[in-house]
């Protein structure tokens, strides 16, 4: 399904990660790394729908995760552009750890973070040498997936390399668009100082663009037929955890318009306040997300009380850092609170079977990341 599609440039980087691998004595193959490389697509949009086409029933819920904004204008204090961003995963699965400087034979620099193995970033925050600057947010409960399409992983490394704007970003992710991974991007060009919005469902697409104002992340989709035709999504449950994070980043612009640089946009990733509870508590509504600490499911994902899950990372990067080809990121909690594995599985035997492949994170502090370093 998927070699047809992909480019000659990227089959032979996942080629030449292959041949390293079993060099370094880890035996794999091409199409090995290209499932890896596609597991979001294959097992979040793919394989519901075929499990559909088997047993007819409900699609599995896709997972709902990331928060992130992107501001410029007079939203900014230096008027130029500042974006943050967070990844929501479950907690044994949380690897993307890597940040990975690529310097092509062609195309621009890139600086992302990411998997080791993947070709792309999968947690989607970029920057590049042409001056854009990027993240995501997965469309929440989503259903789509054309077969015949250009995977996303693929795709997404093309136009991250090769694009000199947002426009030819965008255009390269819509030619074969397959569906998978269907998320909101947020992307900004600091030379002319515009931020943009690409909403890419399989048949619905969204897409904005301005030198003014903000965008935000939560996993609920803004385009009105994406939202209608292509998701399940209750856009007024404020229960749900996107619900309740896409009311406090409207919240959060509202308050530090004008104001906000890269210590707030550190501030907003971290931020614990619960827009249904109407405090401070960090839970699985928060911007910085904590399922594990609640007792009650904050919509179909994790889908169970101190469901394992949350918060693994946050980033942040304005004009200033883009230009040096530099952002700063944090691995673990937003926050910074530590998680203690141990304690956990103590305190919630239910997930006793996680025992060998749950690891604890500790509190780390930010660190600024440079291409070139």
């Not at 009380?305 to 080809?325: E, I, N, Q, S």
Request: hydrophobic share 35%.
């Amino acid at each position: 399904m998927f070699v047809p599609k992909i480019d000659p440039e990227n089959l032979a980087e996942l080629d030449g990660i292959a041949d390293g691998m079993r060099a370094a004595g880890h035996p794999t193959t091409r199409e090995e790394l290209i499932a890896y490389n596609g597991i979001i697509e294959l097992a979040g949009y793919w394989w519901p729908t075929e499990l559909k086409k088997i047993k007819d029933g409900p699609t599995p819920a896709v997972r709902e995760s990331c928060s992130s904004f992107i501001a410029t204008g007079t939203m900014t204090k230096d008027g130029n552009i500042v974006l943050g961003h967070n990844t929501m995963m479950d907690y044994p699965g949380a690897f993307p750890n890597v940040v990975e400087d690529i310097l092509p034979a062609h195309g621009h620099r890139i600086l992302w973070q990411t998997e080791p193995g993947w070709i792309h970033s999968g947690t989607d925050f970029f920057i590049t040498d042409a001056g854009i600057v990027g993240s995501e947010t997965t469309i929440g409960d989503f259903e789509g997936f054309d077969t015949n399409g250009v995977p996303e992983f693929s795709r997404m490394r093309r136009a991250t390399q090769d694009a000199g704007s947002i426009d030819q970003w965008c255009e390269v992710m819509r030619n074969g668009n397959n569906g998978g991974y269907a998320n909101a991007w947020l992307l900004g060009d600091i030379n002319t100082r515009e931020i943009a919005r690409l909403e890419l469902g399989l048949k619905q697409v969204g897409f904005e663009k301005k030198r003014e104002g903000y965008f935000s992340g939560s996993n609920v989709a803004e385009n009105p037929k994406l939202l209608r035709f292509e998701t399940g999504t209750k856009e007024t449950d404020i229960r749900d955890s996107g619900v309740a994070r896409r009311v406090r980043w409207k919240q959060l612009m509202r308050q530090f318009s004008g104001r906000i640089d890269v210590a707030l946009a550190k501030q907003f990733e971290a931020d614990h306040f619960d827009t249904y509870l109407q405090k401070q508590q960090p839970s699985g509504r928060t911007l910085c997300g904590h399922f594990e600490l609640v007792g009650e499911p904050a919509g179909a994902w994790p889908g169970v009380p101190y469901g394992c899950a949350g918060t693994v990372d946050a980033k942040v990067v304005d004009a200033t850092m883009a230009r040096k080809m530099s952002f700063a990121a944090r691995w673990g909690s937003g926050c910074g609170r530590a998680f203690d594995a141990s304690q956990y599985l103590t305190a919630h035997p239910q997930f006793d079977w996680m025992e060998n492949i749950l690891k604890s994170r500790p509190s780390e502090p930010w660190a600024e990341f440079r291409a070139g370093e």
